[in-house]
């Protein structure tokens, strides 16, 4: 029998977790994305099946200044970054899905950023 790789470990974990998260118009779905080099956060509508919204490192405004896109430093201003692109479009209230990951690190930053930038989840 073969081993699943952790990226498949992962995946699985968040599709049993989709089963139950769901972004509404009222109350989109905060999506987290973390790679090798980058991460990225969108702001999902599942019902349309539309994204309102996206931040990620590889923008140059949130990038500049930064020594490193892989750091929690980077994740804060992701998390910042996008907070701010969904207040604009008058939504506060989200629901947070780690997509798997585990909740801590770059993705615990970018929540506790997207937080105290005024998302509610």
């Known amino acids: ?7 498949e ?10 089963k139950k ?4 118009p009222e109350r989109p779905r905060l999506v987290v994305r973390r790679t090798l080099h980058h991460i990225y956060a969108a702001v999902v509508d599942d019902t349309r099946g539309h994204t309102l919204a ?9 990038a500049a200044g930064l020594t490193s896109k892989t750091n929690i430093e980077a994740a804060r201003r992701v998390g910042s970054a996008i907070a701010a692109k969904v207040k604009a479009l008058g939504v506060v209230r989200v629901v947070f899905d780690r997509a798997g990951y585990q909740y801590h690190g770059r993705v615990q930053a970018l929540a506790d950023a ?8």
């Open 114 to 121: 997207a937080r105290e930038s005024g998302l509610e989840f």
């Open 9 to 18: 470990i992962r995946r699985k974990r968040h599709l049993r977790v989709r």
């Open 1 to 7: 029998m073969a081993r699943l790789s952790k990226e």
């Open 54 to 62: 996206a931040a990620s490192t590889r923008e140059r405004d949130v």
């Open 21 to 24: 998260v769901a972004g509404t």
